[in-house]
């Protein structure tokens, strides 16, 4: 017995050869010659017999598949008796000329060559996309009844199959597979598609909730989805049954899933948060289709929800099968297979092997450059107060990835020390002095920059000042808010609008501001610092929405607690739980690698979160912890007691472990 088979170095083809194998005969396998390199690794990792699996050079686009009458003549006398078309275009989002050169061409060129070779039965692999959206259930026996076939991928799907049901010169048998998945076994699958195209939404949904987390979701009309191996396997079977030429045969699964249920299961299967309620999005249907068009069609709805499509990978073209109206018969399959035990598994028996292997292997944060070098090697890099603290510890890292990397602070004997030390460790280092509460000095040093170096990658807006001291010790101290404003927000804009111009002429630059956890948490005593820094964040959030679209990025750091020479005249901070420089400088590093909107703890956020829903129960909090801390003798001015301050309370400790990196 002998075989030929299209497509056979694809996802359905490789298995469906090695079913072969398991039987007598040999295998010709139609392959581009750009793609020999391909079949004989894919061959080697299969361990396929090259005796018996035999490739054919051929091209599909062209007649009787790119064949010459001499190889016609001699695969002709190998009398094949199984021609298995699996050569085709499985992709939502292929233009319609690629889908229908491949599709509907390959097929009809598919079946000339199989009348060449006066095949036994020629085996075409359709899909349930030939259905289109028909609302209802499709038989295996319909097809004409088709209906929604706009979609070049539902057209092209159709089409094809309505070849082979034209053809008059051979016997033929049609497949149509449902959404094919990976291997139930194995979990080997070989790119994104269907289900997996919501992978990463779920992956982020697990990064930012806990498991437990109740969400709301969409229920979806439901989805056919079998793993690769019941697909060949049911192929194989059928294909070798006497008796079933001129037959259509739905491999599906005859107990299939709502969207939402597909998506729960994965949820469990990858411990992301699920969808405790969910919507059916039929109930919208009441709504005019004029009305949800002209709101579609909205900029920002289109704006917004392009964006989230890009951020979790999913094409648009997916959106229309959320609302999938078919289900299919399978009974000619069933009969078909009867006691062969060749059924399809339970989605939630093998889905967390597909997550597996998706996580390990498809997943495309995974072919994201994630290095620090890959995002600012030979970038210009301007960090404010470089010369210690958060500041140095970055720039270190950042000279280290290989920027040209520009470090500001006022003090010249130690800014040129840690520079000249870089330098010495081979990075490309620059030091500037700038006393950036004063404005000329803050242009003075935008000019130097720009004279020198052209243009500004990355700013860190890191210099600051903290002040530490209670409103009612403040009366006579005005200039402690006019102090941390003018550092902290008018020098950090004045370097931002300096530096802006060449970056809007560049459409890119990426501005990180330093900002505190205390802006999140509204800690108490440091109405002036966190005051100034929240100054700051309004202005980023602000610049975001203008400036977004001319590839300008924003990051706010709300840093928790850090061991800096900025805390040092608080004592007591010597005993609570805070981050090194190195640790604070692994945060910067990140928001240069990913550029999120904002980063912060989950304590941060989840005091903005309780401010939010119970002000006056978070109220009590801090003033609780207003009372508990009081103080220090540097803010009372107290000098004599500098020296003797009591150490902190274990009542301190254990509240400031409890709530860590928040300034009390």
């Not at 995974?366 to 301007?382: A, E, F, H």
């Not at 500037?432 to 020198?452: E, I, N, P, W």
């Not at 530096?499 to 005593?525: C, D, E, W, Y």
């Amino acid at each position: 017995m002998s075989y030929f088979v299209t497509g056979g170095t694809g996802f359905l083809g490789r298995f469906l050869i090695g079913n072969l194998l398991k039987r007598k005969g040999m295998i010709h396998v139609l392959v581009r010659k750009e793609s020999m390199k391909k079949f004989d690794a894919l061959a080697k990792k299969q361990g396929w017999d090259p005796k018996r699996v035999v490739a054919v050079p051929g091209d599909m686009t062209a007649p009787k598949c790119g064949l010459s009458a001499a190889q016609v003549r001699t695969l002709g006398a190998k009398k094949i008796q199984h021609f298995f078309h699996l050569a085709a275009i499985y992709d939502l989002t292929a233009s319609a000329e690629e889908q229908r050169a491949a599709n509907i061409d390959g097929t009809q060129h598919a079946l000339d060559l199989a009348a060449a070779l006066k095949v036994g039965c020629f085996h075409h692999t359709s899909s349930i996309a030939a259905a289109g959206l028909y609302p209802g259930v499709f038989r295996e026996d319909m097809f004409d009844e088709a209906e929604g076939l706009d979609d070049p991928y539902l057209r092209t799907k159709h089409d094809s199959e309505g070849l082979v049901r034209n053809e008059t010169r051979i016997k033929w048998r049609i497949y149509r597979p449902g959404m094919v998945v990976g291997h139930s076994k194995t979990g080997e699958m070989d790119k994104i598609d269907g289900p997996y195209y919501f992978f990463t939404f779920l992956k982020k949904l697990r990064e930012m909730l806990p498991p437990w987390m109740p969400t709301l979701g969409i229920e979806g009309g439901r989805i056919n989805v079998v793993p690769v191996d019941f697909v060949v396997d049911a192929m194989d079977h059928i294909a070798h049954k006497p008796r079933l030429d001129g037959h259509c045969f739905h491999l599906t699964d005859p107990e299939p899933m709502r969207v939402g249920e597909v998506l729960n299961t994965f949820a469990r299967a990858g411990h992301a948060p699920e969808m405790t309620m969910r919507i059916d999005a039929r109930m919208f249907a009441f709504v005019p289709g004029g009305v949800r068009m002209a709101v579609g069609n909205l900029p920002p709805v289109k704006r917004f929800i392009g964006m989230l499509l890009r951020d979790f990978k999913i094409p648009k073209e997916v959106l229309k099968f959320i609302t999938y109206p078919t289900r299919f018969d399978n009974r000619e399959t069933e009969r078909a297979l009867k006691g062969s035990g060749i059924q399809v598994p339970a989605l939630d028996t093998y889905a967390w092997r597909l997550w597996d292997y998706w996580e390990r292997h498809l997943d495309p944060d995974l072919y994201i450059d994630r290095t620090l070098k890959g995002k600012v090697r030979n970038k210009v890099v301007v960090i404010t107060g470089g010369s210690s603290g958060i500041g140095l510890a970055t720039a270190q890292k950042v000279a280290a990835a290989g920027a040209v990397t520009v470090i500001v602070a006022r003090g010249e004997e130690e800014l040129f020390k840690v520079r000249d030390e870089m330098q010495a460790a081979g990075g490309k280092v620059f030091a500037y002095t700038a006393d950036l509460a004063d404005m000329a000095s803050c242009d003075a040093l935008v000019k130097q920059v720009l004279d020198a170096h052209g243009h500004v990658d990355v700013l860190v807006n890191n210099a600051g000042r903290s002040i530490r001291r209670s409103i009612e010790a403040s009366y006579d101290r005005f200039h402690d808010f006019e102090r941390t404003m003018q550092l902290n927000y008018f020098g950090s804009i004045r370097l931002i609008m300096g530096f802006m111009p060449t970056m809007t002429q560049r459409r890119k630059g990426h501005i990180i501001n330093i900002s505190s956890i205390g802006v999140l948490a509204n800690s108490p005593r440091f109405s002036a610092y966190v005051a100034s820094k929240a100054a700051l964040d309004a202005f980023s959030r602000c610049a975001q929405g203008e400036l977004s679209g001319k590839g300008i990025s924003f990051t706010t750091i709300n840093m928790p607690l850090v061991k800096t020479p900025m805390i040092a005249p608080t004592k007591m901070y010597d005993s609570v739980p805070t981050l090194t420089p190195d640790e604070a400088a692994d945060l910067v590093v990140k928001g240069i690698i990913e550029k999120p909107s904002r980063i912060a703890t989950r304590l941060g956020i989840f005091s903005a979160l309780i401010n939010a829903l119970a002000p006056k129960a978070y109220e009590v909090v801090m003033n609780t912890a207003f009372e508990l801390f009081p103080d220090s003798a540097a803010a009372r001015g107290d000098k004599a007691a500098l020296k003797g301050e009591a150490q902190p309370s274990n009542e301190q400790i254990a509240f400031a472990s409890l709530m860590r990196g928040v300034h009390w």
